[in-house]
């Protein structure tokens, strides 16, 4: 069968995109005891191209700072747990190039 | 009191800026917000950006517009794990003007566009989140943002708000998105000088080329990659069907590390230093899901109307050509002063007609015929590497031998069931 | 009342690169932006004008682009603002800079006298904080510089009294008006611009001045007017990198609490050095 995936460290790779954070989140866990007790898989914590989702034992942990804005997490929840909306205007990711 | 305007559009990307440049052009008051710090500053693709739809709306662009390259090779790789398959194009008379189609930063490219727009007389406030439609008696009447005193009405609210539409999800004019109906893209800008981007892909300066690449590219999803020339960078990235993701529980950086290790692509980007990261979702549905494109008052455009045709990678194009249409709509509905549904429809069924409708029909099904059958990615772009292998590998076997070989190979799988599915697929994508 | 701010077009140094080899600013690598001080300055002087009535206008030099930083200023509430804009400012220093903003101040001041000037504690390209102070001299205006809060304003008595941020703590000044004040950050938060200034600002045309609008000297403006010399540029030692500190987050609350207090002596009035 194929080969795994090469490993790359995540934070090498957000650190060459440009974010204005807000204080506040633009995003939400509706309710972590679906994350705690009905979600299995925590998909949002492999395919967040940001790893803004990180599940650490006892709740999710939601680093939004980092946050690309995508939808992939809204949209790929299977409890549809996610309250999901754009940052602040003018805050958030600031992409310089493509 | 709020100030009105003859119309709004929300969201500063090719779509928004093709139809308040239009709209502009014909001296009607259009205001365009973007959430960004800038147009662009929230965008991501590949990069490639098609001459035709663009000069139809900015006819001189060439003088001004920041572009990269135009592209001259448009190159496919089937890929395999230690060997690709490949295909492709050159055609130098791309490199002359008109040119045919260029590859563009997002961030220069879509600022610039907007700033046309602006030239036209279209007011653009940037930093503002639309929030929602304000809707009267059945019919938007304008936008809430998230500033004080933030509303703002028009006669007609164009949805240029891109892929995740929260607007028309508001309006109810499609459900949520499904995973299987998105592809998540990753991709990096990796700098390179010129003369390196110009001797690994055979190129003069000034001339351009694409690289699309499936297969184990995607590891055997749905998806596609792909590789980009720019002036003096690489736009290197892998777009795949969120649905396939989750099933396969892959991180998505990570497809893009293993296609920028990969034996046959490692080289092209070597020594290249990473300039940035980004994600965004295409929308991937196609046909299936397009939503409600009209109602009282609003229209939907581009990527939030989710006109993207997966196939052949094209989205700018479509966008940048409803945009237009949906312009042109309310410049007709003006005349008569009438915004009602039934006025503003003529948009739906001028985009049907166009190539837009009619690409996107002629492919509806091809995603999905794709998606339910994995043989097409998993088993097939191998079976083409190992043929061409035997084919092409000088060992004293004869020809016709290895073409008994060949089709060894494919009476392994089944002749009847892969004739099949390469007339299924023919069916779809021809 | 009427307020002017001196605000500068800036690149924006927590992106801007610096070239390893000529240990020049890449400027190409970094957007334009309003010098964030200098928002914090129009702020201020807009909190003040809703409170106790007036005008705002800004003040600025720079090359055409500039108008931007003035639309930025309306967004915040500017009533005004004109750029003075001229191949002849090319190449001003600190003190030739400070003469082209008190001709154009003076300019201002004509149709309606300013009583208080705004600046911002300095700029975030040549951190000399010399203009503000400049302008004021030449004007033999009283300086308060480094402010963080205005404590009290009197329209009619014409005082204002302010905190100033010093070395080891903070002076509270009162001072007639006019007088000029530089501003730092945390001297108030910057409102987020409600969404008529917006439209405003995309609609405004700042007054463009050349150097035949206002009444100079031209031997004071430009290189000519520049004493300043550049001696040398150098990049700042690199920061040696610190400790990464990974884990769940409450393990790194752990060990950076421990860190804290085990080896920089939190709590035991050892300070953190």
Request: charged fraction near 25%.
């Amino acid at each position: 069968m194929s080969q795994p995936l090469k490993k790359v460290n995540v934070d090498d790779l957000q650190y060459l995109t440009r974010f204005v954070s807000d204080k506040e989140s633009h995003l939400h866990i509706k309710d972590h005891n679906i994350c705690k007790t009905k979600c299995e898989e925590k998909h949002c914590t492999v395919f967040c191209p940001a790893q803004v989702y990180k599940w650490e034992g006892e709740r999710m942990f939601v680093g939004f700072e980092g946050c690309h804005e995508c939808g992939s997490c809204r949209i790929g929840c299977p409890h549809d747990n996610i309250e999901w909306k754009y940052p602040k205007g003018g805050l958030g990711v600031v992409f310089r190039l493509a | 009191m709020a100030e009105k305007f003859d119309v709004i559009v929300v969201g500063a990307g090719p779509a928004g800026s093709a139809a308040a440049h239009t709209l502009a052009k014909a001296g009607l008051n259009v205001i365009m917000f973007e959430r960004g710090e800038y147009p662009g500053s929230k965008n991501v693709m590949g990069g490639v950006i098609y001459r035709h739809q663009l000069q139809e709306i900015v006819p001189d662009f060439l003088e001004s517009a920041p572009l990269e390259r135009p592209i001259v090779q448009q190159n496919f790789w089937m890929m395999d794990e230690k060997s690709v398959f490949q295909m492709g194009y050159k055609g130098l008379e791309w490199a002359e003007a008109p040119h045919n189609n260029f590859t563009v930063l997002r961030a220069k490219f879509d600022q610039w566009f907007a700033g046309k727009a602006v030239e036209q007389g279209a007011l653009l406030i940037n930093e503002t989140v639309v929030t929602e439609a304000i809707v009267e008696d059945g019919k938007v009447i304008g936008v809430r943002t998230d500033r004080p005193n933030g509303d703002v009405y028009a006669d007609v609210v164009i949805l240029a708000d891109g892929v995740n539409s929260l607007l028309a999800k508001q309006l109810g004019f499609h459900k949520e998105l499904k995973p299987s109906e998105v592809a998540l893209a990753v991709m990096q800008v990796i700098n390179l000088p010129a003369e390196k981007i110009e001797d690994r892909f055979n190129l003069e300066p000034n001339q351009g080329a694409t690289i699309e690449l499936f297969g184990d590219s995607t590891k055997g999803l749905l998806g596609t990659s792909f590789i980009y020339t720019n002036k003096e960078s690489i736009s290197i990235g892998v777009g795949t069907l969120l649905s396939g993701l989750m099933e396969n529980r892959m991180k998505p950086y990570e497809l893009l590390e293993t296609l920028k290790q990969h034996p046959v692509v490692r080289k092209l980007i070597q020594g290249g230093e990473p300039k940035e990261y980004l994600a965004h979702l295409i929308p991937e549905g196609g046909y299936h899901s397009i939503p409600k494109l009209v109602d009282h008052g609003v229209m939907v455009v581009g990527d939030a109307a989710q006109l993207v045709n997966g196939i052949h990678r094209e989205g700018s194009n479509l966008a940048m050509a409803s945009g237009r249409m949906a312009a042109e709509t309310v410049i007709m509905a003006k005349q008569v002063n009438d915004f009602s549904a039934n006025i503003l429809d003529a948009y739906r069924t001028n985009l049907m007609n166009s190539f837009v409708g009619q690409d996107l029909k002629k492919y509806k099904d091809a995603a999905h015929t794709l998606d339910r059958n994995p043989v097409y990615f998993k088993e097939y772009i191998p079976m083409m590497n190992r043929a061409a292998s035997e084919m092409f590998t000088v060992d004293g076997v004869s020809k016709w031998d290895k073409q008994k070989k060949v089709m060894g190979m494919v009476q392994e799988k089944g002749t009847i069931s892969t004739i099949r599915d390469l007339y299924r697929a023919w069916k779809v994508m021809k | 009342m009427h307020y002017v701010v001196f605000v500068k077009q800036v690149p924006d140094t927590s992106v801007v690169k610096l070239d390893p080899v000529t240990n020049t600013l890449d400027r190409s690598s970094a957007p334009s932006i309003i010098n964030p001080y200098d928002s914090h300055a129009v702020e201020e002087a807009v909190r003040l004008k809703n409170k106790y009535g007036g005008k705002v206008t800004v003040i600025s030099m720079g090359p055409p682009m500039a108008v931007d930083v003035i639309k930025k200023c309306i967004e915040l509430g500017a009533d005004d603002g004109v750029l003075i804009s001229d191949r002849a400012f090319a190449g001003s220093d600190t003190l030739a800079t400070s003469y082209a903003l008190t001709q154009a101040l003076r300019k201002v001041s004509e149709k309606e006298p300013v009583d208080v000037i705004f600046a911002g504690k300095q700029a975030i390209d040549g951190d000399t904080a010399q203009v503000g102070p400049g302008v004021a001299r030449r004007l033999s205006m009283p300086v308060l510089a480094q402010v963080i809060h205005v404590e009290s304003f009197s329209a009619e008595k014409k005082v204002i009294r302010v905190h100033r941020k010093i070395e080891d703590g903070v002076e509270i000044v009162e001072s007639k008006l006019p007088v000029l004040i530089t501003v730092e950050k945390e001297i108030n938060d910057l409102t987020y611009a409600p969404l008529p200034n917006m439209i405003k600002a995309a609609k405004y045309k700042p007054l463009i001045w050349s150097v035949n609008d206002i009444e100079v000297d031209r031997d004071q403006l430009g290189l000519k007017g520049s004493p300043t010399v550049v001696g040398k540029i150098f990049a700042p030692p690199k920061q040696s990198g610190g400790q990464k500190v990974t884990g769940t987050a409450d393990e790194v609350v752990k060990t950076v609490m421990d860190k804290l207090v085990n080896v920089h002596g939190l709590f035991t009035g050892g300070g953190v050095s």
